[in-house]
């Protein structure tokens, strides 16, 4: 037997930080978490699984539109058209939002129950799925210790939503610790919520799928779910399943050789082919490009984000037309020259330095500059601060980390002058 | 840090070229060069040689960039370094030798400094000082700009803060606006949100919209049912007064039946038949009686009617006969003309045979005498020839006669040509002669050569000067002494070298000398220190005063106040010494320092007096091989020139000699060819010419005249040969022509023999006569065609005619037998035409008449037909007149009427009756209150058009309804619009992110100008101040600053008190100022770093005479404490630098 075991689906939640551009490949983009959807559902059916389990957060919590879940209930059509059932697990999210109540979904999909562990027999096959969907979001009570005994002579699945312990990335919610779900003898735990690929523990199998579509800088690398083959006895196998549509790819470039901003833009022509050639599978990514290293161009660099950002787009259309996207470029390298070897010069510039020593401690020039940028923070919508870690220290009037590092990249600016 | 010596090995255009830059207390070297002439190659190549020569080097255009290759001798301190610089990325650096030195071999030399570094700070040109001008006055209300970009040497400051500052805004600003990149996405995210807003379903509206449905679908139910009944309701009062006048109608006439009782059933049509066959029997009664009188009219007239038989049998005859009447009508006057025109050809016949001289005769005579055609032919042919024949013979003879008088022109012509012979001597000697070509330029080219080598050669041994040698071979300079020279020359360099360096030290030593005995000066005069010294010596004074009043040298009483004194002094030394131990050291440190440069000034002395004793054996070891060169006064350092001048002596003097030979070669060769022509010119006999182009000219002459003679003569025998044999053939052909003619005369006779002409008959008159014989031809011809064709062939049709109506009057008129045959026609054609007449007429009375009889018959047979008719119907009414059919008819037509108008108003009561049948309608209608029916209808449609009115309602509000439901169908719009969301709000995140960075480096930038500006100022603009106060000769005193302005600014202050702001300035004043901050910025960098050379590429293009001093001076004062080395392409700056260094100062000229 065959099935598939997917979480975190967040369906119809939006990629985040890919500002848009003249040319960018945006409309391709814009349902992405759908698409990978559909094309778990299409996976599903094409490679005749015996039944899906989604384990969790199926939904974003805060998502409205019931449209969505009239999608899902549309994708869940299909999969009834095809004899597939499916077993849904409310997670975190899930509780959260209106449309896990209402929605009235077709017959080949069971949800487990709120109130206590329920458990779904599928009799010819002989495989017995327990488990618990969360009530509310904020569900902190250890969930798995009330899952019912396993079957025997039954394949025996858990399917839960929850952190684990010690997984400080995710919220801790239905804590349990991976000995409680070994103990519970069952032959697989599903597991949702955290966001990438973990093979927890392979006897028995613990497994998070991952999400099936990687949605902003943070969940990098290839999102799907698993497809896992059985017998009555046990797992067999566990294989990934790329749904995603769109990859998300931190791409690093050294530029500690090159000397100006032409030479640096020729080493990230040169990462962009390579990273080209080793994702041959062509699906579209979404890159932020990180220009490190000790370098004599970063003085030119300095505040040329945008034209950067616009070379970096031309050649990513001439390399790879609509394929890829590029989210951000960031200028992360250092001066070439450290701060001795310009004190040393003993010039104007090296005078300048001293005196930019100086102004992080300059507090009525720090009290000007904290209340211009704050005409701009105050202006601007809340969730802005969450992209902008810059808001923060401004609105709190600590700017001087803002102005420690801003100085050595002027210095660098000044001394490529001409 | 100095550059002793730069080579340019492979380098731009120079190729082994070395520039030596020695050592002076002024270290200022002027290489002065034309444009082309290398400055900006030397100032590239000062900085490759020390930085590197750079990857994309411009300089490859001679040597191929890999080959590219520098050298060059720097020293810091007491250290050197002679090295090679390559085009390389690393490792490209090179000891003299030719081994590799590390990368970082020149880091004693240069220190930290890199090339950008090197050439902001201590190269300067003219487009920079320009520039750096133009920029003071952009940024003339910034003193901080000023200073920093001053001594920074950059020149675009405030580009760099205005693009920073522009960057910002188009990030972001309080003011909205569309392009600004923030306010771009903002109005994206505003568009997205109400997108979002738009396109999101809540659960709620869900339910809320789904509910609306159900409710609005019962509704319409509802009504449906009401709606039905009620047009249930008005469909059954409709049909009632529908019905009602239907079910009264059938009602009567069922009555009516009734009332008649039995009826005999006759035919629905036995009324019409009966009358229609009452009509028909008596009109046909009338026509039958008129048909039968018109038939006995008609045989009255066609029995008076006689037809003329025989006429009608003859008609084609007749008709004939009369058109033949209409032809032969004209025959008879016609006949008459054509007689008289036979009687014309006639006369003209006789008037023909008159001209030929016959006597008069018939017809039959004339045709005897006539001679026949092909005698006529034979003569005429003879007569057409003779002229040919005659033209032909004359021709022959003229041309014949024509080519003998040219045979004997021709032979005249030969005999008149001279006889001339050209010797072959003559022909050799011109041959020789051309091939010396245009010998008098040759001549003068050679003599021009032979005058420029003398005056090189002359010009080379001046440049050798005073120390000229010995010039002939082998004239080399002995290898070995050459090879000593230049050791010598090397040793001397350095020493003079090595002396600059330490006559520097010495300078430098010496200076800090006197600023320590300056300080030493000063601290004493502040801190008034007492040294061990004091206190001793004051100590000694005491003691001695005491000794000599101890002694009794002195008395006690007038000692002991001077004792006293002293014991105060020293315990006073020695209570200030104490108090002030801290400052008496220091003091006491700097007497040390003093001593100890003091010593090292000593020590430099002493190595100098042992370099001048160097010099002076170098000198005297010069002098000795000198004076063996055989140029006892030759300076070593005029060596090197002294020896290339001497080289291009030789080679000179070897040119010389070369092209005075060659000269030599050129005269003698025209000297025998001359020799040779005169010769045979002589032997040819003409009279002989002085020079050599006469001669060649006279030789090319006789040569010419010889060969045009000789062809001349072969071209006459040629022709007299052709001439002779062409009049031979002329002859021939004159006799033939001849003999043609006679035959011609013979075969004439016998023609007009045969033709019975005169003997004597002329070609001429012989034509006249052949013309006279063919007009009588012509005219026998024509009586023959109208006697025959014409005359003969209408006397036969009148012939034919007149037989033809005898014949026919014979037949049928005999009386007619007498007449005229043309009456005869005329009349029997009138009798045809009746005869015809009358037969027409007959025909078509027997036609009418049998007409009639067939209409009489069919009248006959429609009375029959009608009484038929009736027959039937009599027998079926059972009647036995017409009067009782007509009543029977009347009653059945009555029975039939009631019947269908019974079964009419069943049929149209069923109709209408909505499928009931007749019984229930009835029923209904006798049920139903008519009278109510309409009120109760217009009640009905009243209520109807309120519920229909409601159902169009409740359908647009269910309709609208499901549109409301059916837009939550699963459609992505929110989770796009979501989306877009999230791209403005990135697009947001990163113009903030991007403005707060610019934005703080821009304030940042402006912050750090200002507080540069505070710590700077002072101290720059004194320096500044005074450099700028010699440049302008003095127009300006120093520099201040407006402190009262704000922001404060720059000014200069002239002599008298008046401040002269930025922009008052002229532009060679900004100028000015701004080479005057950067020396002072050097200045102040060279006494806190390291110092490198200065680099002064045409700094004074635009300065005059003296101004361009005031400027050397500056740089002269910048030389001694830093290599300085200006570039000029202004030869006239020369003396001005000589004045200002002396002579000792190192100009070098660059080669154009």
Redesign the interface.
């Known amino acids: 037997m065959k099935f598939i075991h997917t979480a975190d689906i967040h369906l119809?939640s939006?990629?985040?930080?890919?500002?848009?551009y003249r040319d960018a490949p945006?409309e391709m983009?814009?349902?992405a978490?759908?698409d990978a959807f559909r094309n778990l559902v299409a996976a599903a059916i094409d490679e005749t699984v015996d039944f899906v389990i989604i384990a969790g957060d199926l939904y974003d919590g805060t998502?409205?539109?019931?449209?969505?879940?009239?999608?899902f209930?549309?994708e869940m059509g299909r999969l009834h058209a095809a004899g597939i059932p499916v077993f849904l697990l409310y997670g975190n999210h899930d509780a959260e939002s209106?449309?896990t109540?209402?929605?009235a979904l077709p017959p080949n999909v069971r949800a487990f129950d709120t109130r206590k562990p329920s458990t779904f027999r599928i009799e010819h096959l002989r495989v017995a799925l327990h488990g618990r969907s969360f009530r509310d979001a904020a569900t902190t009570e250890n969930l798995a210790v009330g899952y019912p005994d396993r079957i025997p002579g039954w394949l025996n699945i858990g399917v839960l939503h929850t952190a684990l312990e010690g997984n400080a990335e995710h919220a801790s919610y239905a804590p349990c610790s991976l000995a409680q779900l070994v103990a519970k003898g069952y032959d697989y735990w599903a597991l949702g919520h955290v966001h990438d690929y973990a093979e927890v523990c392979r006897e028995p199998w613990v497994v998070y799928p991952g999400n099936t579509q990687g949605r902003h800088i943070r969940e990098t690398g290839a999102r799907g779910a698993v497809l896992v083959s059985a017998t009555e006895t046990g797992i067999v196998a566990v294989e990934r399943l790329f749904t995603d549509v769109l990859r998300w790819h931190r791409l690093t470039v050294d530029l500690a050789t090159a000397s100006n901003l032409d030479a640096a833009v020729h080493a990230i022509a040169g990462r962009l082919q390579a990273l080209l050639d080793e994702t041959a599978d062509g699906k579209p990514l979404a890159l932020r490009v990180v220009l490190q290293g000790r370098s004599t161009a970063h003085g030119e660099l300095?505040?040329k984000?945008?034209r950067l950002r616009a070379e970096t787009l031309a050649l990513a259309a001439a390399l790879a037309g609509e394929r890829i996207w590029i989210?951000?470029v960031r200028i992360e390298t250092t001066p070439a020259h450290d701060r001795e070897?310009i004190r040393?010069?003993?010039?104007?510039?090296a005078?300048?330095q001293a005196?930019?020593d100086?102004?992080p401690g300059?507090r009525e020039?720090l009290d000007?500059?904290t209340t211009?940028?704050r005409?701009?923070v105050d202006r601007?919508?809340h969730?802005?601060a969450a992209?902008?870690p810059?808001?923060a220290a401004?609105r709190s009037g600590d700017?001087s980390p803002?102005?420690a590092a801003?100085?050595p990249?002027?210095i660098a600016?000044?001394?490529?002058?001409? | 840090m100095r550059i002793n010596r730069l080579d340019l090995h492979r380098y731009g255009k120079f190729t082994d070229c070395s520039l030596t830059l020695p050592a002076a207390p002024c270290d200022f070297h002027m290489l002065v060069g034309a444009n082309e002439a290398g400055k900006s190659t030397i100032r590239a190549a000062i900085l490759d040689l020390l930085f590197g020569i750079e990857a994309r080097s411009t300089y490859d255009f001679l040597h191929p960039r890999s080959e590219l290759r520098l050298a060059g001798s720097i020293t810091h301190a007491a250290d050197s370094l002679d090295f090679q610089r390559l085009r390389k990325s690393s490792k490209s650096l090179l000891d003299a030798a030719g081994q590799p030195l590390g990368d970082d071999a020149l880091l004693p030399f240069l220190g930290n400094s890199e090339r950008s570094f090197f050439d902001q700070m201590f190269a300067l040109d003219h487009l920079r000082l320009i520039r750096g001008g133009n920029e003071i006055l952009n940024a003339s209300n910034d003193i901080g700009r000023i200073l920093f970009q001053s001594a920074a040497g950059i020149g675009s400051l405030g580009a760099v803060r205005d693009q920073l500052e522009a960057e910002a805004d188009k990030l972001w600003a309080r003011r909205h606006a569309r392009d600004r990149a923030y306010y771009a996405a903002k109005d994206e995210l505003a568009v997205a949100e109400a997108e979002l807003k738009r396109a999101t379903m809540r659960t709620r509206d869900w339910l809320d919209a789904s509910g609306k449905v159900q409710a609005l679908q019962d509704r319409m139910a509802g009504l449906q049912d009401q709606v039905r009944a009620l047009e249930t309701e008005r469909a059954a009062l409709e049909r009632v007064r529908r019905v009602a006048p239907s079910v009264r109608a059938h009602q009567g006439s069922q009555q009516e039946l009734a009332a008649l009782g039995e009826v005999i059933q006759l035919p629905a049509d036995a009324g019409a038949s009966l009358a229609a066959a009452e009509r028909e029997m008596a009109s046909a009664t009338t026509r039958q009686k008129l048909l039968v009188e018109r038939a006995g009219q008609l045989q009255a007239l066609l029995a008076t009617i006689v037809l003329d038989d025989a006429v009608l049998a003859c008609a084609a005859d007749i008709t004939a006969l009369a058109e033949r009447r209409q032809q032969t009508r004209f025959h008879t006057r016609d006949i008459d003309k054509r007689q008289q025109e036979v009687k014309v050809h006639w006369q003209d016949i006789e008037a023909c045979v008159r001209q030929l001289g016959w006597p008069a005769g018939d017809e039959d005579h004339l045709a005897s005498r006539l001679p026949p055609a092909p005698v006529r032919s034979s003569l005429a042919a003879l007569a057409r020839r003779h002229a040919t024949l005659e033209l032909a013979l004359a021709a022959a003879t003229d041309a014949a006669h024509q080519k003998a008088r040219e045979v004997e022109a021709i032979e005249a012509d030969l005999a008149a040509l001279p006889t001339l012979v050209i010797s072959p001597s003559l022909r050799a000697a011109l041959e020789t002669a051309l091939r010396l070509g245009d010998f008098r330029a040759a001549q003068q080219r050679e003599e021009g050569r032979v005058a420029k080598a003398e005056r090189e050669l002359h010009q080379a041994e001046s440049r050798l000067g005073a120390w000229k040698t010995d010039l002939s071979p082998p004239g080399q300079l002995a290898l070995p002494a050459a090879a000593q020279a230049e050791r010598l020359l090397r040793r001397a360099t350095e020493n003079e070298a090595a002396q600059t360096a330490l006559r520097q030290r010495a300078l430098e030593v010496a200076a800090e000398i006197e600023s320590l005995e300056l300080a030493t000066t000063q601290f004493r005069r502040t801190h008034d220190p007492v040294t061990s010294g004091q206190v001793a010596n004051a100590r000694h004074v005491r003691d001695a005063v005491w000794t000599a009043i101890r002694s009794g040298g002195s008395a006690l009483t007038d000692s002991a106040a001077i004792y006293e004194e002293h014991v105060e002094t020293a315990d006073q030394l020695a209570d200030q010494r104490h108090a002030k131990a801290h400052e008496a050291a220091e003091l006491q440190a700097k007497l040390d320092d003093a001593e100890r440069r003091q010593r090292q000034a000593e020590q430099i002395a002493e190595r100098l007096r042992a370099l001048a004793d160097e010099a002076a054996t170098i000198d005297s070891e010069w002098a000795a091989q000198a004076a063996a060169l055989g140029v006892p006064t030759l300076p070593l350092a005029a060596f090197e020139g002294w020896q290339e001048a001497r080289a291009a002596t030789l080679r000179a003097a070897d040119a010389a000699l070369q092209a005075r030979a060659e000269q030599q070669q050129t005269a003698d060769a025209v000297a025998r060819a001359q020799a040779a022509l005169r010769a045979a010119i002589a032997d040819a006999g003409v009279a002989l010419p002085s020079d050599l182009e006469a001669l060649i000219l006279a030789a090319r002459h006789l040569v010419d005249e010889a060969a045009a003679t000789a062809t001349r003569r072969a071209e006459l025998t040629r022709q007299l040969a052709a001439t002779k044999s062409a009049s031979a053939d002329l002859a021939r052909r004159r006799d033939a022509a001849d003999a043609a003619l006679a035959d011609w005369q013979e075969r004439w006779q016998q023609g007009l023999r045969s033709a019975g002409l005169a003997g004597d008959t002329d070609v001429a008159t012989l034509e006249g006569t052949l013309k006279l014989f063919d007009d009588i031809d012509d005219k026998r011809q024509a009586i023959r065609e109208l006697r025959q064709a014409r005359i003969a062939a209408m006397q036969k049709d009148l012939d034919d005619f007149r037989s033809e109506c005898r014949r026919l009057a014979d037949l049928l008129a005999p009386a007619m037998v007498g007449e005229s045959p043309d009456e005869t026609a005329r009349r029997l054609n009138a009798r045809l035409l009746q005869a015809r007449d009358d037969a027409r007429e007959a025909a078509r009375l027997t036609g009418e008449i049998a007409r009639a009889g067939e209409q009489i018959a069919e009248v006959a047979g429609a009375i029959d037909t009608a009484r038929a008719a009736v027959d039937p119907l009599l027998r079926l009414a059972r009647a036995t007149s017409h009067a009782d059919l007509h009543a029977a008819v009347t009653r059945s037509d009555t029975a039939r009427a009631l019947s269908l108008s019974a079964a009419a108003a069943r049929r149209a009561a069923e109709e209408a009756g909505d499928g009931l049948p007749l019984a229930a309608l009835a029923a209904a209608v006798d049920a139903t209150d008519m009278t109510q029916v309409t009120v109760r209808l217009a009640e009905i449609a009243r209520q109807l058009a309120s519920e229909r009115e409601l159902q169009v309602t409740l359908a647009a509000e269910l309709a609208t309804a499901g549109t409301s439901l059916a837009r939550i169908a699963g459609q992505d719009d929110a989770a796009r619009a979501e989306a877009a969301r999230q791209q403005a709000l990135a697009s947001m995140a990163d113009a903030a992110e991007r403005f707060i960075q610019v934005h703080t480096a821009g304030r940042l930038l402006r912050w750090a100008i200002d507080r540069y500006r505070e710590t700077r100022q002072g101290p720059m603009l004194a320096r500044a101040g005074e450099i700028f106060c010699r440049l302008t000769l003095g127009s300006f005193a120093k520099l201040t600053v407006d402190f009262e302005a704000r922001p404060p600014l720059l000014e200069g202050l002239r002599a008298d008190g008046r401040t002269v702001g930025i922009s008052g300035m002229s532009e060679g004043t900004r100028d000015q100022l701004y080479l005057a901050l950067r020396l002072a910025a050097l200045e102040m960098h060279i006494s806190q770093a390291r110092a490198l050379p200065f680099i002064a590429d045409d700094l004074f293009i635009n300065y005059d005479d003296v101004r361009a001093r005031a400027g050397i001076e500056a740089l002269a004062e910048l030389s001694a404490t830093t290599q300085v080395v200006f570039l000029s392409h202004h030869p006239h700056l020369v003396p001005a630098v000589r004045e200002v260094f002396g002579d000792a100062a190192n100009v070098v000229m660059l080669g154009g």
């Open positions: 119809d939006p990629l985040t930080g890919l500002a848009a945006a983009l814009r349902t978490t759908r998502w409205r539109d019931y449209n969505t879940g009239y999608f209930a549309r209106e449309m109540r209402r929605l300095f505040g984000e945008a989210e951000k070897t040393a010069r003993a010039d104007a510039i005078d300048l005196l930019l100086e102004a300059d020039f000007s500059l211009e940028l005409q701009l601007a919508p969730e802005l992209c902008v810059e808001f401004i700017v803002l102005v801003v100085a990249g002027l600016y000044l001394m490529k002058t001409e």
